[in-house]
């Protein structure tokens, strides 16, 4: 399970809740970016999720229930790489937005992973592997759950986070142009899990280029990280 949140308004601000069990995670906060990373038996520290000091956000949520499409099937590029490749500046979100008008994206077998990515002026790239993708120039605001926004609720599973994403929908469109980091947290302490447990909630001011963050729910203990940028 996981929450991504894009709201701009005076500024640009993504909100993402980390959602997992049983995988070992550490946030690693550096000059270019700061990253959550999974420790991965074959690969080791994976930074999947997280800022980077050029203004891009990438979320990595888990389409339930799984879509047998995202399997990887002859030529394509693997979801998982081009998330990596955006957050540590590799590729741009433009880049990212052309490899999936052009060519097929897959997931790892078994599991469909989806992809939740912003760049500094607050575009927003949704890509779900096997299913296609949608880009959204500067919205007012956009959220990704666990459930394809190709089928909403047409097809149901207990993790798909349809209220969630509901809750967060109510609260942002009440939202005012004001809308900072503490209101961010907000929307992500009131989607937080215990079942499939909260691990890690940022929030990431683009404007100010400063990282917000806190672990295992809680609240009161935000971690910051100011990039360096002229």
Not at 16 to 22: C, Q
Not at 58 to 79: H, L, Y
Not at 175 to 198: H, M, R
Request: proline share 5%.
């Amino acid at each position: 399970m996981c929450t991504s949140i894009v709201i701009n308004k005076k500024k640009t601000i993504v909100g993402w809740n980390l959602d997992i069990l049983n995988m070992e995670h550490r946030v690693r906060p550096t000059d270019d970016g700061v990253f959550i990373e999974i420790n991965d038996a074959k690969e080791g520290w994976l930074p999947l999720f997280g800022a980077n000091s050029r203004g891009d956000f990438v979320g990595m949520p888990t389409c339930w229930p799984f879509d047998e499409r995202s399997n990887p099937a002859g030529n394509g590029q693997n979801i998982i790489m081009l998330d990596i490749d955006l957050l540590l500046q590799k590729k741009s979100l433009n880049a990212i937005k052309a490899i999936a008008e052009t060519e097929p994206i897959f997931s790892i077998p078994g599991v469909t992973f989806m992809s939740a990515l912003s760049d500094a002026e607050g575009n927003v790239l949704h890509i779900i592997p096997g299913q296609g993708h949608q880009y959204f120039e500067k919205p007012d605001y956009k959220i990704m759950t666990n459930f394809s926004p190709f089928k909403q609720n047409s097809e149901v599973h207990p993790w798909m986070g349809w209220d969630r994403y509901k809750k967060a929908e109510s609260m942002l469109q009440k939202a005012s142009d004001d809308f900072d980091v503490e209101d961010c947290f907000a929307i992500l302490k009131a989607v937080a899990q215990e079942v499939c447990p909260t691990v890690v909630s940022m929030v990431y001011d683009v404007n100010c280029r400063t990282v917000y963050w806190c672990q295992h729910r809680q609240w009161t203990n935000i971690h910051t990280h100011k990039f360096h940028f002229t």
